[in-house]
């Protein structure tokens, strides 16, 4: 019988940059970094510095070689900057198949090596012991890793680029919708039917409705690549999502304010949470 445990853990939920501290405590401060657990198969969903800790509990967990399949949205730096400490990268009977977008003129294969070239670090991404297979990916594909087990892509409104992920195994789906921006007074049409009907869906909440249009005091932050945790439920509500995680929070919000935004998209779906680091959500069947 196979093995059908489909779950998601987070490991890094901030946007922007890292922010340990006394604030962070609760929901955490590392960024972007997401593990999803499909039957035998471990997928990552961005390699911020939550990477690194993801690295050392699979390194110390697994008494045999790995295979990763590590998916890069994009690559602005809290999106990256675990990667060069992943240890699992450190082991040559490992394989990391690694999954990214071209930039312009510039390969994903140029880009992946960028990280890690001098004087930024001193070993460089060849120098890594383990087998790395690199797949470029656009949006609009939809890539089969195992029997069953579908990654699709779809662009998002951010700059430079970024991916959004639908990871769908066992009859249930997982949508990854971070660093995208929502057109005002509408819901994204591309997003709503990317998500439709997913069973969780994990999106930029980086803002308030009130930060992102300004009237909070402060300047708009319209095109700026974000969305917030109001048009989130918006988006969830529209596409007939199941469960909402508000992810990719933004680092000055502490946790007394990031468990007040929680408590209040509650009152408009219940089933609504905000990421914390460790959180663990089961897709599984049974």
Known sequence: ??????????WGVRGTRAVPGEDTLIYGGNTSCVQVQA???VLILDGG???????MQLAAESAKPLELHLFFSHFHWDHIQGFPFFLPAYNRDNRLLLYGEA???????????????APYFPLPFDGLPARKDLREIK?????????GLTVKTAR???PGGCLSFRIEYAGKSCCYCTDTEHYPGRVDAVLREFVRETDLLIYDANYTDAQYL????????A??????????????????VGKLVLFHHDPLRGDRELASIEEEAQKTLPDCIAAREGLSVSLSPY
Do not use: C, Y
């Open 1 to 10: 019988m196979p093995d059908l445990d489909f779950k998601v853990i987070f």
């Open 39 to 41: 039957g035998e198969t």
């Open 49 to 55: 510095t939550g990477l690194a800790n993801l690295g």
């Open 103 to 117: 930039k312009g003129q510039a390969s994903f294969a140029s880009l992946l090596g960028g990280l890690m070239s």
């Open 139 to 147: 949006p609009g594909q939809a890539l089969e890793l195992a029997a």
């Open 156 to 158: 998002n409104n951010h």
């Open 214 to 221: 300004g009237t909070d005091g402060g300047r708009s932050r």
């Open 223 to 240: 095109g700026w690549g974000h969305s917030t945790w109001q048009e989130g439920i918006r988006l969830a509500e529209a596409a007939g």
